[in-house]
């Protein structure tokens, strides 16, 4: 059988605005029978970068936490701190940035708990059988939640093609050390010249693995686990990650990392995805730039591979904007994602997820009017 994908177009009238349409979507698809009444429910977001504007608008979020508590449900606001050096990797910038773009008590009526504490440690580990992983390293926050609504805003990326709510799920709920298990096997390197030999690092390093060596920090990659806590703690932005490029490798270990959380919130999940401001990058840049497509609507469902297969072709189906970073396949049916990203084979994530049976990519799209 087919998953079922709601669809909401962004037509609107003075008798049916876009808030009335994502109630009857998330009733459409089913939000009562995933959440139950007097659960803790995670709503996954992204709250966009310092300088990004493509983050879905907290208007839409309030009208999805609105869902929630009307079936007498407490949700709350979530991500994790990112691995890179920037306003959201630690707690205390992120709910500021947060609060800055409006994701604040009084606009949704909900608090911003990050999903991996002040620093991006505070991590439950979960055991999957896979390829590259036996056990996945996912925000706490996340995992105990009774339930789980993914709200992704999908775009380009340039490392999985697109990002969407496998992406959201894979990536956006790992830790710290889990976002770097997924991005690298290389070890964190130190660039001399902007390192002071503050010694920092070494008290954060949980395994011994930093010393100083004529007044510079120095990584034992033979000791090191990969932890990524020396990373931002550095005052000096010196601790480097060393990114892999290997797009394939990467798009399976974020799906082992997608698989860690829909095993743990099996039939507690509901997935929507915003096909709005279709920006070419994600929303971790410090700008969103020229959309490649028109907007186009905003879809719910109880599977996390199907829903991005339907934004995908969604995406394709639309005539390109030739004024954005698009430079081809600018035809209805064209592949932009392989237009902006050409080495990368967004399908692998799909395909992937399919195989570890997270969802379906078949699908039936149903008009939510
Ligand atoms: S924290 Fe940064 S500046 Fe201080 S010793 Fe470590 S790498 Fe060098
Ligand atoms: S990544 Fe973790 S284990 Fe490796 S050097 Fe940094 S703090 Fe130590």
Redesign the pocket.
Known sequence: MNAKIYFADLRANSSRNMSDKIHALLDQAGIASVIRNNNLVAVKVHFGEKGNTAFIRPIFIRDILNSISALGNKPFLTDTNTLYRGERSEAVSHVAIALVHGFNFTAMAAPVIIADGLRGAEEVRVPVKAKHFHEVLIGSAIIHADALVCVSHFKGHELSGFGGALKNLGMGCASREGK?KQHTDV??AIEKKECTGCGR?IA????Q??AITTKKAF?NNC?????????TICPQGA?KINWDENSHLFQEKMIEYALGVTQNKKHKMLFVNFLTDISPQCDCYGHADQCIVPDIGILASTDPVAIDQASADLVNSQYGNSCSALKKNYEPFQDKFRALYPSVDWEVQLDYAEQLRIGKRNYKLINVL
């Open positions: 770097m070890c964190p690092c954060a390093c949980p395994v693995a930093i990584i000791l090191c686990i990969g932890c990524a806590k020396c990373i601790v």
